[in-house]
RNA sequence: GGAGAGGUCGCAUAGUCCGGUCUAGUGCGCGCGACUCGAAAUCGCGUGUGGGCGCAAGUCCACCGGGGGUUCAAAUCCCUCCCUCUCCGCCA
């Protein structure tokens, strides 16, 4: 959620703001118009309330008989009458102003490149070089189902298009890297959590995905239940409408959860293999820190997920989104890529994010800096630790053999109590 | 799913039957101060959140699980929803 005391005293900031990313601004003012009107409705109306307040109680003190009682009386109902239409305007002007506050994406920090879309996205680094390959390196969905680790037809009949089952020494290499995962983070100082698959809507809402993202979303109409598109959300509201002691922080997360989003199916476009599905595996971690030292942990965070890449020992990429490709919630994304030699692209298996104080204002966690300080809103981050069928392409990919097998990557061994999948 | 009991300012509780003196009492905790060489004990004062106006001091409004209603006035009365606990049933 946007801060309305940023637009009422920096407007032309956030109108600027909003431009790098591509929005003309026109909400701008209609937030300053909504806010100036909320806000004269709201003085008149508590002026009111308290001329009604005063003359209730001067009623109960006088005595049931008192002549002046009756007339009293009237004169509160008369001015309940302007507190009923002055609450309706209220009412009506604060719901416009949520709305329109709501649907306000967050600003973009300064260092965050220039761009319209995610063509004009900056990798700032690639890490390892791409291994060379006596043959032309087959693509996961062939390799798979070759070693009868992943069955695609089956997925279908059980579920329908975008759904695979694995199988075998495939289902038990995706435990081994979940399991793994969580223990690499763990060890980065991440406390593991295992949470709800299904929140409530004001959750959804709380991490930013309402009311925008409605149509990726799974729920269930009946019961105020969706289905999380990423532990992001449950995690944001982990510690919602708590103050947190602000010594304690930074408190770092991660969680294992299954993802499901409805993804628009267009025709040609990742209709191969696992790399887009309804439903995914990942591995997040997440972040609630102090303001001043969120650009610090952003780093962390990046360099953490970084962490698997490397100990896998895939080659990857990392780039800085630019402003036309930011998400709606964060202030700076990094995004890391695997390579993919098969597929013969570079997989986005990570994400981290900055979002500032925009999830902590709509989940509304705040924390103060000693006892009896003011409270003051946390700073959160999330980054994908990682998304687990890119890192299976990736895998199954880059450590291909000749002969079709898949050597299992060093760092799994142990998890795995294989060396190769054949 | 059935029966019952509850949700009050960090925690624990009072208040709810009989609406106004509840700007919600008390204890604990916490903060500041007094006493003390220091501490404990004791004593005094203070101690919620959000919002409006204001340079500020301050002041006003709202909040007793959520929403709605009755009333000049609701923690208190009515309706409704949610949640928690106990017992029973069912169940991986």
Redesign the pocket.
């Known amino acids: 959620m946007f801060d309305?005391?940023l637009i009422r005293e920096q407007p032309d900031r956030v109108r600027e703001a909003l431009r790098r990313r591509g929005d003309e601004g026109a909400r701008v003012d209609a937030i300053l118009t909504a806010?100036a009107e909320?806000?004269?409705a709201?003085?008149e109306?508590?002026?009111r309330?308290?001329q009604?307040?005063?003359?209730?109680?001067?009623?109960?003190?006088m005595k049931?008989d008192d002549p002046q009682r009756e007339a009293?009386?009237?004169a509160?109902?008369t001015?309940?009458q302007q507190?009923d239409l002055l609450e309706l305007k209220v009412?009506e002007v604060q719901t416009r102003l949520n709305e329109l506050l709501a649907e306000m994406p967050n600003v973009p920090d300064a260092d965050v490149p220039f761009g319209k879309d995610d063509s004009e996205n900056v990798v700032v680094k690639t890490m390892g070089a791409p291994r060379q390959f006596d043959i032309e390196p087959a693509p996961h969905w062939d390799l798979g189902p070759a070693l009868g680790i992943l069955d695609f037809e089956r997925g279908i009949k059980l579920a329908g298009s975008r759904f695979y089952v694995l199988s075998g020494a495939g289902a038990r290499l995706q435990r081994a890297v979940i399991q793994w995962m969580l223990d690499v983070h763990l060890a980065q100082g991440y406390r593991e959590m295992y949470l709800p698959f299904m929140v409530k809507e004001q959750v959804v809402f709380a991490s930013g995905q309402l009311p925008k993202f409605r149509d990726n979303l799974y729920h269930d109409v009946e019961r105020d239940a969706w289905m999380v598109p990423t532990a992001e959300v449950p995690l944001t509201s982990l510690h919602a409408g708590e103050?947190l002691d602000g010594a304690q922080l930074p408190l770092n997360y991660v969680a294992y959860t299954p993802c499901f989003r409805k993804e628009a199916l267009s025709a040609g476009k990742d209709v191969r293999g696992i790399k887009r599905g309804f439903q995914f595996d990942k591995v997040e971690m997440y972040k609630f820190c102090l303001p001043e030292n969120s650009e610090a942990e952003l780093e962390t965070l990046r360099e953490n997920a970084e962490e698997i890449c490397r100990r896998l020992d895939i080659p990857y990429r990392v780039k800085v989104l630019c402003t036309g490709d930011i998400g709606f919630c964060a202030r700076k994304t990094y995004d890391i890529e695997m390579w993919a030699p098969g597929c013969n692209e570079w997989l986005e298996v990570s994400s981290c994010s900055n979002v500032g104080d925009f999830q902590a204002r709509r989940a509304n966690v705040?924390f103060?800096r000693e006892?009896?300080a003011?409270?003051e809103f946390v700073h959160t981050l999330n980054g994908s630790g990682l998304a687990l069928p890119r890192t299976m392409i990736a895998i199954m990919e880059n450590y291909q053999q000749k002969d079709g097998s898949i050597v299992v990557p060093q760092a799994l061994q142990d998890y795995m109590k294989m060396d190769v999948i054949r």
């Open positions: 309305i005391k806010d909320r806000r004269s709201l003085s109306l508590e002026t309330r308290n009604r307040n005063a003359i209730s109680k001067e009623i109960g003190r049931p009293k009386r009237l509160a109902l001015i309940n507190i009412n103050i705040r103060r006892a009896g003011k409270t």
